[in-house]
Each structure stands twice: as C-alpha cells, then as structure tokens.
C-alpha cells in the first residue's frame, strides 16, 4: 500500500527557514515524481516544486526560484522542500504529491498527474 507522509511544518518568522520531509513508501520501483503543492485559506492549489528522481530534474514556481531547494534521498524514498528567506505568503498547508514517472519520462506540476498524496503540514510565516 503505497504511503505519502510529510513532516517538518510549523512556524516561522519572515526571513526564517523550514525544511519539508516526505517520505513515500509502498510503491513498486523508485522512478517517480514527487511534488510539492500548497494552498492557503481562500486560495487555489498551487505547485511549488517538482522533481524527478530518475534525473534528478528539478522546478519552482516563480514565487519560490532562489530561496526553495527541493532535494531527494533515492534510498529513503525522501523528498525535502529547504525554504529560505521565507515571506508571509508562503503561509499556506503544504502537500506532498508521488507518483510512478510515466511513459514520456517527465514531471509536471500538473495535480491530476498524482494519485498518491500526504495529509499536509502547516506553515505559518508571520512575526
């Protein structure tokens, strides 16, 4: 049974620093897709970050090009979202997002593209 699970929210102060775990298990090879997304109260779901752990290809949205890193640990499955120089607008409940790489071999930001999501974690960036 295939299994998303993030871990590292909370709160911040503007300028501040989090750093996002997601760990995915159950699936039957290691060529996947792992995102991040997030929403915040009144606000659509939106991507943040995306990368392929066969390429190691990774992309950001514009808001985040420069002060998130998202990296993997192929042997634990694990994907992090590093978040620095964090803004009030990044408030917003963070998901994880995994699924198989597909036949085309890419990733995309694209929500319906993954089956398999976490329950989120909440961040706060407020002084």
């Known amino acids: 049974q295939v299994q998303v699970v993030e871990s590292g929210g909370g709160s911040v102060q503007p300028g501040g620093s989090l750093r996002l775990s997601c760990a995915a298990s159950?699936?039957?090879?290691?060529?996947?897709?792992m995102a991040w997304f997030r929403q915040a109260p009144g606000k659509e779901r939106e991507e943040v970050a995306w990368?392929?752990?066969?390429?190691?290809?990774?992309e950001y949205v514009d808001s985040a090009k420069g002060r998130f890193t998202i990296s993997q640990d192929n042997a634990k499955n694990t994907v992090y979202l590093e978040m620095t120089r964090m803004e009030p607008e990044d408030t917003a409940m963070y998901y994880c997002a995994a699924d198989e790489v597909g036949s085309g071999g890419g990733c995309y930001p694209v929500p319906d593209d993954y089956r398999y999501w976490g329950q989120g974690t909440q961040v706060t960036v407020s002084s």
């Open positions: 159950g699936f039957r090879h290691n060529h996947l897709c």
């Open positions: 990368i392929n752990s066969d390429t190691e290809s990774a």
